[in-house]
């Protein structure tokens, strides 16, 4: 046992010198420590805001206070939707613009509803707990999606998805 962890030791130690020696005889050898910070690929920004969930059934959907976001791809939302609905897709990298988000709060509806593809996770319920985290209020997400409200034949402008 004692051979093998000093045998083990020797190869570590050897192939350390090997290393080192290539590195310092190489043309542009690798450097030790980085030369500058490495930078953050792709920024994720987590969602904060605490939503509610709402069905298909709910009145507010169709309230004239509500201001209604479809958080589906621009090209599903203009297959169909809901009527008086504004497209904010959800990207899943990227938060929404801040311009994006002055231009909803000025909208002073007393209720944001979002809903989006229904899938799980649901782009509608991340988009709506991403406004929310950035200041509005009374946010709820639509449990089912744009499914759920074509289904419920709330669905038009456009062909259904």
């Known amino acids: 046992m004692k051979s093998l962890i000093r045998d083990t030791l020797v190869v570590l130690l050897l192939s350390g010198l090997v290393a080192v020696a290539v590195n310092l005889f190489r043309p542009n050898p690798l450097p030790w420590v980085a030369d500058q910070d490495y930078e953050t ?30 958080a589906r791809e621009k090209d599903e939302f203009e297959l169909g939707s809901v009527p008086k609905a504004v497209s904010v897709p959800f990207d899943w990298l990227d938060p929404v613009p801040e311009e994006k988000v002055a231009e909803l709060v000025k909208t002073r509806a007393a209720r944001v509803v979002v809903f989006g593809d229904g899938l799980d996770p649901d782009s509608g319920r991340e988009l709506a707990r991403e406004l929310a985290g950035r200041g509005m209020r ?24």
Do not use: H, Q
């Not at 605490?50 to 206070?65: F, H, K, Q």
């Not at 709820?140 to 409200?149: E, M, T, Y």
């Open 138 to 161: 009374n946010v709820s997400f639509v449990k089912g999606g744009a499914k759920a409200l074509f289904e419920a034949g709330l669905g038009t402008t456009g062909g259904a998805p």
């Open 41 to 70: 690929m792709v920024p994720c920004p987590e969602p904060l805001g605490e939503v509610d969930e709402i069905t298909v059934e709910s009145d507010i959907i169709l309230d004239d206070r509500t201001l209604l976001i479809d």
